[in-house]
């Protein structure tokens, strides 16, 4: 199915991203708000539409405000009439894998990548995959462990890295591990130096 472009229904797309960016914070248990300069800078949107945005929400009760430092504070308002229902449109609507896709674009370390297709689907159905990622070789794990936490909105990821030697000498006893790891369904193959993937296909 062709991912779901949900500008298209909220005509702007500074609007739905400024939702988005509102209520999976919210699913994270994070509604302290925000302050419209921040929000500007995080989403790399104009300051003047951020505004706009941030009034018209505010106007029609789906945001609410306080004011701290003479600063307001963006915040969703749990009793706006069709709270959940906006909840539930942009946590299945939100799509991961771009933004793991980019950060491991910059990762030249690694030997191999594979992440699973389920991570897509993260934010409102755990699928029971053994591994979410796997990695060999070296990367930044507290650097990694900042990108899971601000893409995935605190949700768990299973992940492991090994070396090439602990990948070699597993697969000389046959890990069943590895093996499953390996052969689960939806991996995707993001790199794979070592060519794994045409080894397990012959």
Request: glycine share 0%.
């Amino acid at each position: 199915m062709k991912d779901f472009d949900i500008s298209k229904l909220f005509w702007s797309k500074c609007r739905s991203r400024l939702l988005e960016k509102f209520f999976l914070e919210f699913e994270s248990w994070n509604n302290e708000g925000f302050h419209m300069r921040a929000i500007a800078r995080e989403l790399d949107e104009q300051i003047n539409s951020i505004k706009r945005e941030l009034d018209n929400l505010t106007e029609v009760w789906l945001l609410k405000f306080k004011e701290e430092a003479k600063k307001k504070i963006f915040f969703l308002n749990t009793n706006f009439l069709l709270f959940k229902e906006f909840k539930e449109i942009f946590i299945k609507s939100y799509n991961p894998l771009d933004k793991v896709k980019k950060f491991f674009s910059f990762q030249k370390t690694l030997e191999l990548i594979i992440i699973n297709e389920s991570l897509k689907y993260k934010m409102f159905d755990n699928w029971k995959t053994i591994l979410d990622i796997f990695m060999i070789w070296e990367i930044d794990k507290a650097n990694f462990n900042d990108f899971l936490w601000t893409t995935f909105f605190n949700k768990k990821i299973k992940y492991a890295i090994i070396t090439k030697d602990d990948f070699y000498n597993r697969i000389n006893y046959w890990d069943k591990l590895i093996n499953n790891i390996l052969t689960q369904s939806w991996n995707i193959y993001l790199v794979d130096k070592m060519k794994i993937k045409d080894a397990l296909e012959k």
